[in-house]
């Protein structure tokens, strides 16, 4: 994936949890994001064969059984383990960079709105854009999110004065009153 993939994959995790939860801010999930994307526990997997290899490298060494070829097969294992590791690690902090970018971007351009950077909400502008449909592989066009809130002040479900009432409290948290 490259990063707008990942900015809309990010995009599109951030924005219906920020709306499910609206209007209280929300703790970004940021491990849980990224290992949705990259699964960290390979990292783990490849540490521990890594360390496995080292350890029986000491090990023969120590017994006084290590013999060239053994040596050179277990370097070429570590050699494969590290690359493989550094890739890993790379890609991670890649992912973890485009989140955080995702995040400063929602930000910067007014879709959610933070107050001590730990704790995000949707703005007014953020939810408006809730007409688009937000799925697992990015945005898409449709009316989803902005369908329910419309469905929940039909005129069917509330009286004209409560809905007008939850209306006006809604906007006033929105807008921060």
């Known amino acids: 994936m490259n990063s707008a993939d990942l ?13 499910e939860n609206f209007s209280l801010p929300v ?40 013999m060239p070829e053994m040596r050179e097969g277990a370097a070429h294992k570590q050699s494969v383990i590290a690359t493989q590791i550094y890739e890993k690690n790379q890609r ?27 704790t995000y909400q949707l703005t007014l502008k953020g939810f408006v854009h809730l007409n688009k449909r937000f799925e ?4 898409q066009d449709g009316s989803r999110y902005i369908d329910r809130l419309v469905d929940l ?9 409560v809905a007008s ?8 948290k929105i807008f921060g009153g």
């Open 165 to 172: 009432g939850t209306l006006a409290s809604l906007i006033s």
């Open 153 to 161: 002040l039909r005129p069917e479900k509330f009286s004209g004065a």
């Open 27 to 66: 703790k970004r999930p940021k491990q849980v994001l990224v290992d949705e994307l990259e699964n960290e526990s390979e990292l783990w997997e490849l540490k521990r064969k890594e360390s496995t290899v080292s350890g029986m490298v000491d090990i023969f060494e120590i017994t006084g059984h290590m």
């Open 92 to 118: 991670l902090q890649h992912i973890g960079a485009v989140l955080d970018g995702t995040v400063a971007f929602l930000l910067s351009e007014g879709f959610v709105r933070s107050d001590d950077k730990r």
């Open 7 to 19: 900015f809309a994959a990010f995009a599109s995790r951030l924005v219906p949890l920020l709306y």
């Open 136 to 139: 697992q592989t990015g945005i």
